[in-house]
């Protein structure tokens, strides 16, 4: 073969074999190389140089480590990921009976934020916080990792064996077995615990809830002959009545309620009236804070409050206040009312229930035609169920993704008990305090890596898939379920896609755009029902058991932490509470009267503590003075006191679950007797990002107005400042006319974001999910305190101001910026969502040395980090202190790794969103509207070559409003929902626009009168009260 | 080369003891002669150190090694370790920024203006207050650096030429304008120090005993000749310098007083600021030249150049001075009032009676009360009333300019943001560090560089030659 090869030659030398050819033949260079710039050879002063800079450069680099690049491209790149471009996937979120359906945007494979489904006819497009903030639980680096048997690592083989002989020994044995768990929402996932029943046919299915409902259930047993809870629509209403019902907040199924509330809030010049909302309740809620009308009640009033409206009703005048006025203002809105309490108990949901029935509001505002799955929890079968572990009577108990431990009001009895139980098993996704009693855990995947159905309502559906394949070994609780009932090998996709598809079918619809679309509906039959319960007998019940004493707690959920399933994540733990503005701890909330009889203080979040002790119970806790606490209250919020979940959430506030009473046999958030304070010497601070409570009267920052004003005036309330001059012959002019500056002209676009303050209840969706979305940092409770809290977007609650009346003598003589301070006892609450105001004047941009925040050529205040030197001097000169400091590297670093989790591991670091910098130490940093998103949408537009279209381009505080109280949009589009809603008049007139001119009589931008010209307008505050 | 005329003249003329003049009290007592002078200011530089010398620097570098620790943690941790927060994004660091900067006025108005106006008495004290002066602005400089989140980035506040393509610094920016004004105040401030030291930096030279002496007085002081037309050159130098340096005086503290005038913010947003800080300015630069002299004339026996004298005239100015700021803050408050901006009256009546009304009155009580104390002759003339008030001054402006930034940003519009601001250690810690920085390096001027012009001091030597009194 050799023979036949071609010859190529190097050149003529190789032919002629060249003598020196062939000398340098065999050395790698046989050609003179110009290392050297010296012909003769030999190293000249050049060289020299070169090589000592060569030679330290190389050296100086080799001792440097190598930073570890992690991001490592697809060897093969799946068909739907495409880097930078993000996947949506339609998915449900189920937690302890609420319900949300919701997109999931995951970005290279990884989930990072949660919106709304908007093409849930149930939630529509709603989320709340703790959905928003659920992501991050996903990243939680304290999940179990594998399944455990008695604390120690096990394999799923040896787990399985061990659990299914267990199982079958109990079960021969003919020993009782029990699965408990929180409400299913998932039908597939009953029909998979009836094929265990099946299987081990001792076993019983108890359910729970960590706030039972069970006495709206049996009250509508009692008065329709169906143990249902309705569908309350409040969308309807035109007067609402709430009874300690925090239905904004945590009643329930608050995303859908709050969505439906503020439809009827909402104000336009074609609908110039909105609902009228009545409050009866002992601690100041989300909900009461938004009432139009709210008198603090303390619990066991409260009810009383309930039979005296009933009786109201009736012509009989009572004296707690309001009622009167609001038997007669329901009188007037027959059939279009709404009145809801939060009792548990039955008789007092009886009387609701015939005050209902009374105003016919049964097929109108309530529909007990499409009962909802929520709260099914049933009180007598779980404390059977306690009974029967304390005997020793069960062999096996499984608990489904639920923690009865912490979050009951025995779970220190269960854990104890669990002693005498031969198997106990949980298949929590994460440690807690019932994962540390049992003896086998086999963890669940996060609901994000799961298959799913779930029936929130009747004949809506609505399917989960999993975004992200299983990070740890973990395993589908069903799958465990099936394969503990001799199902081998058991699928449990195919499962629910086979066990769907006929269903689907039978609609219409396959099974790929039910999944694309989360969603789908069944119609389903219903018969009518009709009224009949004994309200007299309630009544009487309800005499006899609320006799009311003169310290009564009012226990309550937090609209962050809620029943602290989530409470190892910080998002949740560092949002404000809407009301208290206090982060990280739970507390006693106590009236002003009763601190000051106590001569306790609270100034800056310091107060004394207390040894707050119920029915036997002591636990030590934090006070803060709560304006609106009905006086002979106090409140206290569960979700916290946390003992085995995690790094954030343990050690922290008490828990208050096993304070919770029993009324007329069923489970009481309301504690109306044996309840005792003894006040501390010990001081304790309360991590507030708010701590002035009043807004000082200023009108320039909130402008509200009552409804009968708006009627006449549809600009009443609102605030015109006027400045002095002598250009004008009036002498005065508004302060938008005079300035230094030429103004901008925005060719394109000119961002701009409206918020009704009407709309806005508050709830901090649009908190978490700026959080969630720009990769804010969480600080811990040391800086809070500190007051460096984070955030780009904050909601800042005001209260009123106290009358005169209220005042008491040494009050009187204070000076009037000083009474201003003082907060009505019972307060008027106002909720501003305050973030970068994006001036088109803007003060922060003249001030920064070094130009690193600067003007967009589309209105924005952009910041650059990388430019930032940190001097703080646009803070300082920002009117509205949005802007925030990065006072320490908080990520990757050791002193926040347990409060800042998602920048400090490599797992939590997952959620970050790789479209925004992670800001480094001592820059400054600030809302930017998202121009992420706003770059993306031109993006998109450009790609498919067309115009922006209002809406394609959606900031994430707007997307996650439930009440869809925030307009984002292009203030230069005509068309846009945001120019249409300001009633933007464009004069183009002028070469540059100072501002766009805004029709809307009820807008207006905070401080107006210094003239920065902010691009976020707002929408005066209107209540529908009567005049004074 | 110079001769020592002082000799020649004062064996002629020493049996002349004639009398002063009858029109005013001589700037120098004691009867000096032009050899007097000479020895007594060389005697510091040419002598061992003394025990109190070294007493004082040990202390100096002591709180300067305290202080770079504090400032250490501060660039390591971040600005974190101090106590700002999200609303009061300056306290301690501008605070003391400011007032080293008020300080540092005295010096150039001692030399330039008071040269310009002819006022001979500043002779004797303008060399340390010119050096009290560099110093203090080094100090005050260090704050822009130090409170930067990014201080290894400071060199962006400089409008060099960059590879970042069209990136410039923000010419509308008052911190910026800062950099100019405090870097132009600084070298115009050290060249005038520095011509000003030659003459008498060439004395030590003639005078050194030793090598090392010779040669590093040698080299400082140029060459310096003592002809006639190196004289004549050096007089319009100074009167040049003196020119350029008048006008900073005014424009300096204007400059950083814009830095809160022109923001929004009530109580910063004042167009009194520029002359109300440049009045104040003078006022503590003038309490801290006393302070130090007084010290200086005590430990190194300068009482006959630094006279009773001299130490009334500064009190005069600290009493004109001093009420001017009080009027200011009057004045202010009037505006406040008047011009109906319920923000700024909120503001104004925040500082006084609000959570920091105790630095408030603390402010009145050493910048407005205390100074007219010095309208009794019996007080300006007490040197032990004088060194306890110029302290209580220096301490009312530092709070005044605490008053300022801290009460104005911490309650400004929304009440949401409202909160309150508490200094750490390292709040504490940094201070001190300028203060072991200054004190560090006032010690080893007054050790190494004559502490009195003695060539200026000698032209006002009643009768050169003769002993007077």
């Known amino acids: ?1028 | 080369m110079a001769i020592p005329v002082d000799e020649i003249i004062v064996k002629e003329e020493k049996q002349n003891l004639a009398t002063v003049s009858v029109i005013r009290e001589p700037l120098v007592t004691g009867g000096k002669t032009v050899h007097d002078v000479t020895e007594d200011i060389c005697r510091q530089v040419e002598g061992k150190p003394t025990l109190s010398w070294m007493l004082a620097m040990a202390m100096s570098l002591g709180t300067l090694g305290i202080g770079a620790y504090c400032v250490f943690m501060l660039l390591w941790e971040g600005i974190g370790v101090w106590g700002l927060n999200k609303t009061v994004g300056w306290a301690w660091d501008i605070t003391n920024f400011v007032w080293w900067v008020g300080i540092g006025h005295a010096g150039t108005l001692i030399s330039a203006i008071l040269l310009l106006f002819r006022q001979k008495w500043r002779m004797s004290i303008n060399r340390a207050a010119e050096a009290m002066t560099i110093f203090a602005v080094i100090c005050a400089a260090m704050f822009p650096g130090l409170h930067m989140g990014r201080i290894w980035m400071a060199f962006w506040v400089l409008p060099l030429p960059n590879t970042f393509g069209s990136l410039w610094v923000n010419f509308n920016s008052p911190l910026l304008w800062d950099v100019f004004a405090i870097s132009t105040y600084f070298t115009v401030s050290l060249v005038f120090w520095y011509i000003g030291l030659i003459p008498d930096f060439a004395s030590i030279r003639d005078r050194a005993k030793n090598k090392i002496s010779k040669a590093v007085y040698g080299a400082l002081s140029f060459g310096w000749d003592g002809a006639a037309k190196t004289w004549m050159r050096y007089e319009s130098v100074a009167l040049i310098l003196a020119g350029l340096a008048t006008p900073l005086v005014l424009s300096v503290h204007t400059i950083v007083s814009f830095d809160f005038a022109t923001s929004v913010i009530p109580g910063w947003h004042t167009t009194i600021f520029p002359p109300y800080f440049v009045a104040g300015a003078i006022f503590s630069g003038f309490a801290m030249v006393l302070t130090l002299m007084i010290i200086t004339r005590k430990t190194f026996k300068l009482e006959d150049y630094i006279t009773i004298g001299h130490i009334e005239l500064m009190n005069i100015v600290i009493i004109i001075t001093g009420s001017i700021v009080g009027i200011a803050y009057i004045t202010e408050f009037f505006i406040a009032w008047y011009s109906g901006v319920e923000a700024e009256q909120y503001a104004f009546l925040n500082r006084m009676t609000g959570p920091y009304w105790w630095a408030y009155w603390t402010m009145m009580t050493c910048n407005v009360i205390s100074p007219q104390l010095f309208w009794f002759k019996k007080i300006r003339t007490n040197i032990a009333a004088t060194f306890i008030l110029s302290i209580v001054v220096n301490i009312g402006m530092w709070f005044e300019r605490f008053v300022i930034i801290v009460t104005s940003l911490h309650r400004d519009y929304l009440p949401s943001s409202w909160a309150m601001f508490y200094p750490t250690i390292y709040d504490v810690g940094v201070y001190l560090f300028t203060f072991g920085l200054f004190g560090t390096a006032f010690l080893l001027f007054a050790k190494f560089f004559p502490v009195i012009n003695m060539a200026e001091v000698k032209s006002i030597i009643k009768t050169s030659s003769r002993k007077v009194g």
């Open chain 1, 1 to 1028: 073969m050799s023979d036949k090869r071609k010859q190529y030659w190097k050149g003529v030398e190789q032919l002629t074999n060249d003598p020196a050819f062939v000398k340098n033949a065999q050395s790698e260079f046989p050609e003179f190389l110009p290392i050297s710039d010296n012909p003769e050879g030999g190293s000249s002063r050049r060289d020299f140089l070169k090589m000592m800079g060569f030679g330290i450069a190389a050296a100086s680099l080799a001792a440097c480590e190598a930073p570890v690049r992690k991001a490592i491209p697809y060897v093969n790149k799946p068909v739907d990921v495409d880097p930078g471009i993000p996947n949506y996937y339609a998915s449900t979120y189920v937690q302890g009976g609420d319900y949300s359906s919701i997109v999931v945007r995951t970005r290279e494979g990884r989930p990072i934020k949660i919106d709304g489904n908007a093409l849930s006819p149930l939630t529509k497009g709603c989320s709340n916080s703790q959905v928003e903030a659920a992501v991050l639980s996903l990243y939680d680096n304290e999940r179990l990792r594998n399944p455990k048997k008695g604390g120690k690592d096990i394999s799923w083989a040896d787990l399985d064996k061990e659990v299914t002989s267990k199982l079958d020994k109990i079960a021969a044995a003919s020993h009782e077995i029990r699965i408990v768990s929180n409400t299913i929402l998932s039908p597939s996932t009953k029909k998979i615990l009836e094929v265990f029943k099946d299987k081990y046919p001792t076993t019983k299915h108890v359910v729970y809830d960590t706030a039972s409902s069970e006495g709206i259930l049996l009250a509508n047993e009692r008065s329709f002959g169906q143990k249902i809870l309705p569908t309350y629509d409040f969308s309807k209403a035109d007067v609402i009545v709430g009874f300690g019902a925090d239905f904004l907040g945590t009643w329930i199924a608050p995303i859908q309620y709050a969505h439906q509330y503020t439809q009827t809030r909402k104000i336009s010049d074609t609908k110039k009236t909105m609902s009228r909302h009545y409050q009866f309740e002992g601690n100041l809620s989300l909900t009461g804070a938004n009432a139009d009308y709210r008198t603090p009640l303390k619990p066991s009033d409260e009810t009383k409050a309930v039979v005296a409206l009933y009786q109201a009703l009736d012509g009989k005048k009572s004296d707690i206040p309001r009622i009167n006025n609001a038997a007669s203002d329901l009188k007037k809105a027959t059939g279009k009312s709404l009145v809801v309490s939060g009792s548990n108990d039955p008789n007092v949901q009886i009387v609701v229930n015939a005050i209902n029935n009374k105003l016919g509001n049964y097929g109108n505002t309530i529909d007990l035609t499409t009962p909802v799955n929520y709260r099914q929890g049933n009180e007598t079968e779980y404390s059977e169920l306690l009974a029967e572990v304390k005997t020793g009577k069960i062999g096996a108990v499984i608990f489904y993704n639920c923690n009865p431990i912490y979050n009951t009001q025995s779970g220190a009895d269960l854990a104890k008990a669990l002693e005498k139980v031969a198997l106990t098993v949980s298949t929590s996704d994460r440690p807690d305090e019932t994962t540390k009693f049992v003896e086998y855990v086999a963890p669940d995947n996060h609901f994000l890596e799961s298959w799913g159905d779930a029936n929130p309502a009747k004949g809506h559906y609505s399917l989960s898939q999993p975004t992200i394949t299983n990070i740890f070994d973990t395993r589908q609780a069903q799958a465990s379920f099936m394969t503990w009932a001799g199902v081998i090998q058991f699928d449990y996709f195919e499962y629910l896609k086979s066990g769907w598809e006929s269903t689907l079918a039978g609609i219409g619809l396959i099974w790929d755009q039910a999944l694309h679309d989360g969603v789908f509906a069944i119609p389903e039959n219903s018969e009518d029902v009709i009224f009949e319960a004994d309200v007299s007998a309630a009544i009487s019940a309800i005499n006899k058991a609320y006799k009311g004493s003169d310290l009564e707690l009012s226990i309550y959920q937090k609209v962050g932490i809620g029943d602290g399933t989530q409470s190892n994540n910080p998002w949740l733990q560092e949002m404000p509470d809407p009301i208290t503005k206090a982060t990280w701890d739970n507390y006693v909330t106590v009236s002003q009267a009763w601190a000051n009889e106590k001569g306790i203080t609270f100034i800056e979040g310091k107060s004394n503590m207390v040894n707050l002790t119920v029915n036997g119970i002591t636990l030590k806790v934090p006070v803060v003075i709560q304006p609106g606490q009905a006086p002979g209250s106090i409140g206290l919020s569960v979700g916290y006191g946390r003992t085995s979940a995690g790094k954030v959430a343990d050690g922290r506030g008490v828990n208050a679950y096993p304070l919770i009473s029993k009324i007329n046999g069923m489970e009481s958030y309301a504690v109306i007797s044996g309840v005792s304070v003894e006040v501390l010497e010990d001081i304790y601070q309360v991590a507030q990002t708010q701590t002035q409570q009043t807004y000082m009267g200023r009108e320039t920052v909130i402008q509200e107005t009552i409804l009968s004003e708006y009627q006449k005036n549809p600009g009443a309330g609102r605030y015109h400042p006027h400045i002095s001059t002598w250009q004008e012959e009036s002498g005065e002019t508004h302060p938008g006319a005079l300035t230094l500056w030429k103004g901008h002209k925005y060719k394109n676009h000119h961002w701009g974001l409206a918020i009704d303050l009407n709309t806005c209840i508050g709830c901090s969706a649009c908190h978490v999910a700026c959080q969630a979305e720009n990769n804010i940092p969480v600080v811990g409770r040391e800086e809070v305190i500190n007051r460096r809290d984070m955030h780009w977007l904050r909601i800042d609650r005001y209260y009123s101001s106290a009358p005169d009346e209220e005042l008491d003598d040494d009050q009187k003589d204070m000076m009037d910026s000083r009474k201003l301070e003082l907060v009505a006892a019972n307060p008027e609450v106002t909720f501003q969502p305050m973030m970068c105001q994006h001036c088109n004047n803007a003060p922060c941009e003249t001030v920064c040395p070094v130009a690193a925040t600067t003007h967009s050529s589309e209105g924005l205040n952009q910041m650059t980090y990388n430019r930032c030197v940190g001097t703080r001097y646009c803070a300082n000169n920002c009117p509205y202190k949005v802007r925030r400091f990065n006072w320490f590297k908080y990520h990757d670093n050791s002193k926040f790794e347990n409060v800042n989790t998602a920048m400090n591991s490599d797992l939590g670091k997952m959620v970050l969103n790789p479209d925004v910098t992670v800001r480094s130490r001592g820059v400054m940093e600030k809302c930017s509207m998202c121009v992420q998103r706003i770059q993306d949408g031109k993006l998109r537009a450009k790609k498919a070559n067309r115009p922006l279209k209002d809406g394609d381009i959606q900031v994430a505080c707007a997307s996650s409003c439930p009440t869809e109280g925030m307009v984002f949009g292009d203030m230069n589009d005509p068309n846009s929902k945001i120019s249409k809603l300001l009633k933007i008049n464009d004069t183009e007139e002028a070469d540059y626009l100072i501002t766009k001119e805004i029709g809307e009589p009820r807008a207006y931008h905070v401080l107006e009168e210094i003239g920065v010209k902010p691009n976020v307008t707002y929408l005066t505050k209107i209540r529908n009260k009567d005049e004074a």
